[in-house]
């Protein structure tokens, strides 16, 4: 049973014009979330990250939207660059039986930019 | 920035073999560290929580015999493949959760490790 949802495994996306990429969560105990950027053969970079009591974070050209409601959240970026070209990864955090707090990941959505 | 390192970065070895990966918080202390799978097309799969001086705690169906990890001190975990086997083949990332907790703290990730079991 997946969590964390991206259900788009990809998206292209003209330079200049916005891209929106679309995490779905199920679990209500998660109130913590992050969007993470990765390049192959590389590990997870953090990119912009945004706690439930908030319904919105935004950092320079990226902008996470939360719906708790809809336990929807997206990421957008605008305006969309040729090195934005990634996979990018939504997690959401809980806390754990361990105490700490572990990241569930969603199967990535693969963006291109195209120039 | 806090950094995450990992050695090696990309391992071929025989099946039959271990293997072992390490994973060091360069520049902070982490008293929990989480290693993770990822197979091509897939999403991150944690694998087990590392915690210094306990027992790692590990997800439903990773076989903790072949699987092996060791927090040995703040900075640095060692997973341990035993007996690898082709099916192990995959990209291995860990991450480190600074000391100072709260959830508002990032984890910050490794560059990951490709293990390839010929």
């Known amino acids: 049973d997946q969590q964390v949802k991206q259900n788009s495994p990809s998206l292209s996306v003209q330079e200049g014009r916005i891209s929106i990429l679309n995490c779905d969560y199920t679990?209500?105990?998660?109130?913590?979330f992050l969007w993470y950027k990765k390049y192959p053969a590389e590990g997870p970079t953090f990119l912009i990250s945004?706690?439930?009591?908030?319904d919105k974070n935004e950092d320079g050209r990226f902008t996470v939207f939360l719906n708790k409601s809809a336990k929807h959240l997206s990421l957008h970026i605008v305006p969309s660059q040729p090195g934005d070209s990634a996979v990018y990864f939504c997690?959401?955090?809980?806390?754990?039986?361990?105490?700490?707090?572990?990241?569930?990941f969603g199967k990535g959505t693969k963006l291109s930019v195209i120039p | 920035g806090a950094v995450v390192s990992q050695h090696p970065s990309w391992v071929i070895c025989k099946s039959g073999t271990s293997v072992k990966i390490e994973c060091r918080s360069l520049d902070f202390q982490a008293t929990t560290m989480f290693w993770y799978r990822q197979f091509p097309k897939q999403s991150l799969m944690l694998m087990a929580t590392?915690?210094?001086?306990?027992?790692?705690?590990?997800e439903q169906g990773v076989e903790k015999d072949k699987f092996l990890i060791n927090h040995a001190s703040l900075t640095l975990s060692t997973l341990t493949v035993t007996s690898a086997h082709p099916e192990d083949s995959s990209f291995y990332i860990c991450?480190?959760?600074?000391?100072?907790?709260?959830?508002?703290?990032?984890?910050?990730f490794g560059p990951g490790t490709r293990l390839t079991v010929l």
């Open positions: 997690a959401a955090s809980a806390l754990s039986g361990a105490g700490s707090y572990q990241l569930t």
């Open positions: 945004i706690s439930s009591i908030k």
């Open positions: 991450s480190a959760f600074p000391y100072t907790g709260g959830k508002t703290d990032t984890q910050y």
């Open positions: 590392s915690n210094e001086g306990s027992k790692a705690t590990y």
């Open positions: 679990n209500s105990m998660f109130d913590y």
